[in-house]
């Protein structure tokens, strides 16, 4: 009843009702554009933060994992914090697209961390900031690095060059390790190969496998990982820093084994320097200094040492990881070896080694590549990004230099996108003829996408390549049956198997690599 007695009251039309209804349609008005402004900038959800620590004690040991789960709960974008820091994780193909194509240079930038200033004297391209200078500097690196391998047929064989050399001493020194049937722990020696094909196509020198200075200079990857990696407490708890515990000591040895690397890679380029010759080009770090010579531009002579700093670190930390995935997931899945082997016979037969003319006709090594990059997803998550501008997300508000996890590995386990994710199967990369997928391996992702995506990616490919086909070739890997090889991995930027050991058996002599290396040897003599 009383409601009706309003409805007439307001109805009589009277001055006093005209205003009252503007008023009143107005205030509507008003709060309809206030709600639509305060949705626009709503962020988006994610578990309850402590005081202090934020969502820290949540990542666990594997954080890739734990986002997942996160993921099943607050979608595929959600936002958690880390310390101090506001911290947005993309999962899923759909999400990540969207952010790093859809909205490019909003989410090209990089934190504002300590450590990523301590990174080749504050002149990083993978850890500086997005901007003019970063664009003129990553179009430099990623140009220089194709000119050194895959740009033509020409580049493409050089850097073959190195690679086959290093393989065959690695075949080597496996065969002098397995001696009397012995297992060994082959992740030492993979660092030290890999190191070895970019150090000659960086500096133009090789280290033996046994030089205690350059093996203790890439021994403290994982450090390094374990700093800059999505979910290091280094950069996100800076009163960390003020008194004793495991994370300031961290920081300490980041500290210190960047100084001491980019010490190695500044005396190469005083050495250059002294050398250096217009118009002979001899390394990638020839190729900088002719690039920057007295050239006024964004770029100074500063940038060469930690360009070069910046492709020798990256290189070597993911390919050798991916190298002891590789042998790992040869002696886990001994029919895999076996059927390898089969095609490298069978395409290539026994009297010549693999070459890089035979990618195209051996579908299976390269879908055994991309299953290995797939399952081990080992750079799980990117190096972290940062929004460079006030932006939005699927509906959330994001605010600038947001610190941002691409969370790769959500990828490439989706049940939805991929049949039984959690086995190991290669052949789901070939099609009904036995030739490549190609649609299907450009869906996974390990080398980001984007402005910020890996200039390695077609050079990475080709060396990865390169090795398993040589090693299948080659080599029998057999798991030592005292061990289990389990494919448990240790969480870093890189996650690395944990220690295992193998041994190696010759599947004829050590023929074709000596008549290779004598090969090469000859060709360098008449150079
Ligand atoms: C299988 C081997 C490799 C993998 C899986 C890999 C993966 C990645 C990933 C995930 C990123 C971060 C992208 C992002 O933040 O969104 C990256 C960046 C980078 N990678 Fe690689 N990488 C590999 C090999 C290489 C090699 C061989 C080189 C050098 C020739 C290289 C040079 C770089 C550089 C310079 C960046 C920084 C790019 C930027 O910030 O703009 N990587 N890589």
Not at 46 to 57: D, Q, R, S
Not at 197 to 219: I, K, Q, T, W
Not at 360 to 376: G, H, K, Q, T
Request: glycine share 6%.
């Amino acid at each position: 009843m009383a409601i009706v007695k309003i409805y007439e009251e307001l109805s009589r039309p009277d001055l006093h009702n005209v205003l009252l209804l503007c008023l009143l349609l107005l205030l509507a008005v008003h709060t309809w554009r206030w709600m639509q402004k305060t949705g626009e900038r709503i962020g988006p959800p994610g578990p309850f933060p402590w005081p202090l620590i934020g969502n820290v004690a949540q990542l666990g040991r594997s954080p890739h994992i734990s986002f997942v789960s996160m993921a099943q709960k607050y979608g595929a974008i959600f936002q958690l914090k880390l310390g101090s820091r506001t911290v947005v994780v993309l999962n899923g193909e759909h999400a990540i697209r969207q952010a790093l194509i859809g909205k490019a240079v909003d989410f090209a930038g990089r934190p504002d961390f300590t450590s990523f200033r301590v990174v080749s004297q504050g002149r990083s391209l993978a850890f500086g900031s997005y901007g003019a200078e970063w664009t003129a500097h990553r179009r430099l690196a990623h140009s220089t690095v194709r000119a050194f391998s895959t740009s033509n047929v020409h580049t493409r064989k050089a850097f073959e060059q190195h690679v086959l050399g290093e393989v065959c001493e690695l075949v080597l020194i496996f065969h002098m390790r397995s001696a009397g049937g012995a297992y060994f722990n082959p992740a030492p020696s993979t660092v030290v190969a890999i190191a070895n094909v970019m150090s000659a196509v960086c500096f133009g020198n090789r280290y033996s496998h046994e030089d205690p200075e350059f093996r203790a200079l890439l021994g403290r990857n994982e450090q390094f990982g374990r700093t800059v990696g999505a979910g290091s407490l280094v950069d996100v708890m800076p009163w960390l820093q003020c008194f004793p515990n495991p994370v300031r000591t961290l920081f300490g040895n980041f500290v210190q084994l960047n100084h001491d690397f980019y010490s190695f890679v500044h005396d190469k380029f005083v050495q250059h320097q002294g050398s250096f010759r217009d118009g002979l080009i001899r390394d990638m770090m020839d190729s900088f200094i002719q690039a920057l010579a007295g050239q006024p531009g964004l770029l100074q002579r500063e940038h060469v040492p930690a360009t070069v700093a910046d492709i020798f670190g990256a290189s070597q930390d993911t390919l050798s990881t991916a190298l002891q995935w590789l042998i790992l997931f040869l002696v886990r899945y001994p029919k895999v070896q076996a059927k390898l082997q089969e095609e490298v016979d069978r395409i290539v037969g026994r009297d010549r080694l693999p070459s890089i003319e035979d990618q195209p006709s051996l579908p299976y090594v390269m879908a055994f590549l991309y299953e290995l990059m797939r399952f081990s997803s080992f750079v799980p998550v990117t190096i972290p990004h940062a929004t460079t501008t006030e932006t939005s997300l699927l509906g959330y508000h994001i605010p600038k230099d947001t610190v941002v996890f691409v969370n790769q590995w959500s990828v490439n386990h989706d049940p939805v996108k991929w049949l039984n994710p959690n086995d190991f199967n290669p052949s789901r990369f070939l099609n009904e003829s036995g030739s490549l997928d190609r649609d299907l391996v450009s869906r996974v992702m390990i080398f980001s996408i984007g402005k910020r995506r890996c200039i390695g990616e077609e050079l990475s490919k080709m060396q990865l390549f390169l090795f398993a086909s040589i090693l299948a070739h080659q080599c029998n890997f057999n798991a030592n049956p005292g061990e289990n090889p389990s494919l448990e991995a240790e969480y870093s930027l890189s996650i690395k198997p944990k220690p295992f050991t193998v041994s190696m058996t010759l599947r004829d002599n050590m023929e074709l690599l000596d008549c290779a290396v004598c090969h090469m040897s000859k060709e360098k003599g008449n150079q």
